[in-house]
């Protein structure tokens, strides 16, 4: 089952966190994980309204080897990022320097992959644990 | 001191971020909902962006919160129901100054790290110069010998000349090599390491450096050897800046502490504007980084035309450090 929320202004950022909030309460998540879950979500969604204009973010469950995980996929068709590998370095921009945006939802998070094409848009793709 | 706690809560909730904040958790308390959080979420990056500090914002929420304490008749159970909320929505004003102690935390490692493969090139290059550019060096002399056979002796004379001025640089090298890795640090401990790098320093840089040591134990290796590089960089330092022409180091031991001072007669600077106005000292970055590691603490005495005076102290016990939390990742079978 994937929820999707449809991202086109900053507004939007706020039903995207209830469903996240939901499925990770529902999945058992501590408190300060459901809290992490739906900071990576407003980063995430942020970001797509910031640089993108429109997306969206798509939430599921995961199973593996009888863990229960929440895995969150932020989609945009923008214009894609240019270099990866400046983007989630500290330091490019202030918000980076203080750890936020990309950086910052890498570190909340247990996984995290991206994919982004210059003019074909950027997926991210993180993972969320519930902690044994 | 009644005045001062109103003063102050007048102040913090009066503006707009404390109003929004306050607000927002009002809403929050009575309706609940993922709206207010979100706007905690908000305030809380516009907290972190904006330069704002965790106390303010906590010291925000605990007035915020006795405010509405005190104009509701809250029943024991609903307070503390109420309490619990709040500390939701307070997480929530958290969530991004938690990523940027991550990322704080992270760089620390990365910094650590960094100076370990410092260290470990330093060593290559000592042992390259000592090794290699000896056997070389050792190699010249025999050629030289060589060659000079059957010369006339004025020729030879010349030739022996050249010799001793190889055998200078041959010495210049020898103690550059034990300097930067000193060998003598594992055998015969930190005092005379310091000895020879101040014998060595001195001469270079036309210093007078005097060693005073009161320390009789051995010291765990590493704690040496950081202790050591931070006194290369302070002598370093000394000789980039400060123009002086005498420089003492004391070395002893007060309690549990490990006590090192090192105080020149140079020109000095002004702690204060230096920290405010100029990039920051690479070298005290360095002194202060490796102290870090070790759980110790630099003191900087300075004034303009009043020397400098740099006082180390470090705990014997070395203070463990703990790596990080390493993320969770994908559970694991053996998990």
Sequence with gaps: MVLCTPI???????????????????????????TLVVTAISELARNIVLYAGEGEIRLSRERHLGAN???????????????????????????????LGLPG???????????????????????????? | MEGDVATFETGILADEFGREYAGALERYLAAGGEAPLLAAYELGRQGLTGGGGVLQI????????????????EEPQSAARAISRAGEFCAESMSTFEMTLRAIGETNIALRKLN????????????????????????????????????????????????????????????????????MLDHLGLVPAVEF??????????????????????????????????IQEALANVRRHAHASRVQIQLGKRGTL??????????????????????????????????????GKLRIQSGKGRGTKLEITAPFVQVKHADSNPPRRRPSRSA
């Design chain 1, 8 to 34: 086109r202004a900053y507004g939007d950022i706020l039903e995207a966190r209830k469903q996240g909030r939901a499925l990770a309460s529902e999945l058992g998540f501590s408190s300060i994980d459901c």
């Design chain 2, 197 to 230: 790098l101040a014998a060595n320093v001195g001469q270079r840089a036309g210093l007078n450096i005097t060693v005073t040591s009161t320390l009789k134990d051995m010291l765990p290796p590493k704690f040496a050897l950081s202790l050591y590089r931070i």
């Design chain 2, 116 to 183: 370990d493969t410092l260290e470990e090139e330093v060593q290559r290059i000592a042992l390259a110069l000592h090794d290699d550019a000896g056997q070389l060096m050792v190699a010249v002399h025999l050629a030289l010998d060589d060659a000079v056979r059957g010369l006339p002796a004025d020729v030879q004379g010349r030739i022996c000349g050249v010799k001793a001025l190889l055998g200078l640089v041959e010495e210049r090298i020898r103690d550059l090599s034990h300097e930067l890795r000193p060998a």
């Design chain 1, 105 to 132: 939802v890498r570190r909340i998070m247990d996984e995290f992959d991206i994919q982004s094409r210059p003019t074909r848009g950027t997926t991210v793709t993180v993972k969320k644990w519930k902690a044994t």
């Design chain 2, 258 to 295: 490990m006590r090192c001072v090192i105080s020149d007669d140079g020109i000095g600077f002004d702690p204060v504007v230096t920290a405010k106005t100029a990039r920051p000292g690479l070298g005290l970055v360095g002194i202060r980084e490796r102290l870090n590691t070790l759980g």
């Design chain 1, 69 to 99: 995980g929440i895995t969150i996929t932020a989609c945009d068709h923008g214009p894609g990022i240019r270099d990866l590998r400046n983007a989630l370095q500290e330091g490019g921009s202030t918000l980076r320097g203080l750890g």
């Design chain 2, 58 to 73: 906590v010291g925000l929420h605990h007035l915020a919160l006795a405010r509405l304490f005190a104009t509701g008749e």
